[in-house]
């Protein structure tokens, strides 16, 4: 069995095998077309850009669009239902979020999304676009989305209908809210498997911890972030690529008391970086991939956090997603 990475970049779509030398390229895909965003699953691929979603059943070989539906057609962010076959979901620019149920070769709009982001006029501040769905997480039929600027949306009926969390107001005031409600500006959101309840929000004014669903949310550290990992063995032990702002002396670190303490994880770095930052965590078995925002890609071993530039010959990296175990 071999494990594909698969690398959504400013120029097209890469496909790459392991071997045992490391990742191996098989071939490029949608040349040309800037990608925002990759998912994989049970041999199929969708890659999100701003102009809708593009399919492959063939490892990339081939491609059909796969937007039917979509009235938003800037996706910023795609995820799949974990429990749920052919059921996929997707944020997009301005703010909407769109469910599949047969794999993408249709759409539904979630209309409550909309509603909400013009009720509170969500926004960008580097955009026109009236906010962003960059992040979704589910467990059962909870699921979470992150609004940038907006807050944080649940689903308690496996994403078919969203309404706020009732520790984020939908305001999007970048001067923030009082405690327990988290900071509005969200870039992406992670459940832990041990329960539905045990939320995380890397977010513009701090990494955030909610225990109860989100009604209330714990600042576990005052920075500026856009990625964690969480270790679904240990609900404590978390890795974040915090910074001092908008992409200001980034960096790595990791605690494994629930954010008590934190430590340095940037192994194998020259930390903090002047003007970088982590945009994602990608789990790859026992090892975690980090998309930075200059679009460098970085891979360690979980645990010893020495980091390694990866595939510097893909070009400026978006997204990535491995899909393992495929013949």
Known sequence: MTDYLLLATTAGLGV?????????EMRQGLPGRKLLCV?????????????????????????REASAGLTQRHVRWLAYHPEISDFEVAGTEPAGIFVSRDGAASWRECP???????????????????????????????????????????????????????????????????????????????????????V???????????????ARWSLLYDCYCRACWVDPADSEHILLGPADNV????????????????????????????????????????????VMNNGELLGAEIGRWNWERVLPEAGQVLGAAVLAGEA
Not at 39 to 63: H, K, N
Not at 201 to 214: C, Q, W
């Open 247 to 290: 992409e200001v002396n980034g960096r790595i670190e990791e605690t494994r008391d629930g954010g008590h303490t934190w430590q340095p994880a940037s192994g194998g770095l020259t930390v903090p970086w002047p003007d970088n930052m982590v945009e994602r965590f990608v789990p790859d078995g026992g090892n975690l991939l980090a």
């Open 112 to 198: 409550e999304v909309a509603q909400l982001r013009d009720v509170h006029h969500w926004f960008l501040p580097y955009s026109p676009g009236a906010g962003c769905v960059r992040g979704f997480a589910f467990h059962g039929q909870r699921a979470y989305a992150a609004v940038e600027v907006g807050g944080v949306l649940r689903s308690d009926d496996a994403a078919q209908t969203w309404q706020l969390a009732a520790g984020s107001d939908g305001n999007p005031d970048l001067e923030g809210p009082p405690a327990p409600l988290i900071y509005p500006d969200l870039h992406s959101i992670h459940v832990h498997p041990s329960s539905p309840d045990r």
């Open 16 to 24: 790459y095998a392991r071997d045992s030398s490391g990742w191996r």
């Open 39 to 63: 998912i994989a699953r049970e041999g199929v691929i969708l890659a999100g850009s701003r102009e809708g979603v593009w399919r492959s059943d063939d490892l990339g070989q081939s491609w």
């Open 200 to 214: 995380y929000a890397p977010t513009g004014g701090g990494f955030y911890r909610s225990g109860d669903g989100g």
